[in-house]
Nanobody, 119 residues
């Protein structure tokens, strides 16, 4: 059974930091481009960041550029999202998933991890 499990979310004050992890099991994602997406209450799911299969190329939503950093460790089958200088508008459930550019590829999806930033 293929699973993507996100962790590392929590409650943090504005300006604080969190590091999200996404652990894959059931198959390797070492040759997949991967992304982080988020969904805030009452809003549609949106793109946050993506990384190529070899980690050499990354892209970010304008709203997070310079504050969030995506990375991966293919040996561990994991993807990470370092979140710095957090803002209340970053509050959302964060998901990792295989990506096509800045969109979800449409096959695998985790349960998400809640990030809440207080002002």
């Amino acid at each position: 059974q293929v699973q993507l499990v996100e962790s590392g979310g929590g409650l943090v004050q504005a300006g604080g930091s969190l590091r999200l992890s996404c652990a894959a099991s059931g198959r390797t994602f070492s040759f997949d481009n991967m992304g982080w997406f988020r969904q805030a209450p009452g809003k549609e799911r949106e793109f946050v960041a993506a990384i190529s299969w070899n980690g050499k190329s990354t892209s970010y939503a304008d709203s997070v550029k310079g504050r969030l950093t995506i990375s991966r460790d293919n040996a561990k089958n994991k993807v990470y999202l370092q979140m710095d200088s957090l803002k209340p508008e970053d509050t959302a459930v964060y998901y990792c998933a295989p990506s096509l550019g800045r969109t979800w590829r449409g096959d695998y999806w985790g349960q998400g991890t809640q990030v809440t930033v207080s002002s």
